[in-house]
T-cell receptor, first 112, second 114 residues
Framework: QQQVKQSPQSLIVQKGGISIINCAYE??????FPWYQQFPGKGPALLIAIRPDVSEKKEGRFTISFNKSAKQFSLHIMDSQPGDSATYFCAARIEDDYKLSFGAGTTVTVRA | DTGVSQDPRHKITKRGQNVTFRCDPISEHNRLYWYRQTLGQGPEFLTY????????KSRLLSDRFSAERPKGSFSTLEIQRTEQGDSAMYLC????????????FGSGTRLTVV
């Protein structure tokens, strides 16, 4: 049973556009929400992460928005570039635990 | 140290054979994890080591799977009597003590059971 539900499964965006990926969870014990980026043939790489006491976190062109009451969080990729074409995974961790529960992933294609 | 290293990158084996994968974590990381990723899915937790101690095994890790981390350095994951359902990417990750650094994943071992 997937503890983190991710959508959409895939998206296509034009260069310079905004990519938005959404995740939802049920377990209120989750207290850490990272996003990972994975290129073909590579392992996932940590992109950005947020804790539930913060509603938004921005790092460069990547922003996480967090809605604790709705139990939802999203990744926004601003000014999308062809090099952003990858699969993105949201994840969540229970406080004091060490293992992550991942979403199913979103494949982003940025067209030049 | 350039990151988490996994070997081999690809393995094709016949059903019923045993396979072993190796992971070399970042040297200063005392925590090591194994995850499995099937096509179109996110990684799923298999097992976790802190130094040489295996502290948790997922119910996904059947009796045919065994993992070790002798001396708290590299780790091996062995699958005995492989089945077609074992075909997946096996990912190793490591992290230092303290969570906020997150995981560093290796590039994985792609297993195909024919």
């Amino acid at each position: 049973q997937q503890q983190v539900k991710q959508s959409p499964q895939s998206l296509i965006v034009q260069k310079g556009g905004i990519s938005i990926i959404n995740c939802a969870y049920e377990n209120t014990a989750f207290d850490y929400f990272p996003w990972y980026q994975q290129f073909p043939g590579k392992g996932p790489a940590l992109l950005i992460a947020i804790r539930p006491d913060v509603s938004e976190k921005k790092e460069g062109r990547f922003t996480i928005s967090f809605n604790k009451s709705a139990k939802q969080f999203s990744l926004h990729i601003m000014d999308s570039q062809p090099g952003d074409s990858a699969t993105y995974f949201c994840a969540a961790r229970i406080e004091d635990d060490y293992k992550l529960s991942f979403g199913a992933g979103t494949t982003v294609t940025v067209r030049a | 140290d350039t990151g988490v290293s996994q070997d081999p990158r690809h393995k094709i084996t016949k059903r019923g054979q045993n396979v072993t994968f190796r992971c070399d974590p970042i040297s200063e990381h005392n925590r090591l994890y194994w995850y499995r990723q099937t096509l179109g899915q996110g990684p799923e937790f298999l097992t976790y080591f802190q130094n040489e101690a295996q502290l948790e095994k997922s119910r996904l890790l059947s009796d045919r799977f065994s993992a070790e981390r002798p001396k708290g350095s590299f780790s091996t994951l062995e699958i005995q009597r492989t089945e077609q359902g074992d075909s997946a990417m096996y990912l190793c990750a490591s992290s230092p003590q303290g969570w906020d650094y997150g995981y560093t994943f290796g590039s994985g071992t792609r297993l195909t059971v024919v």
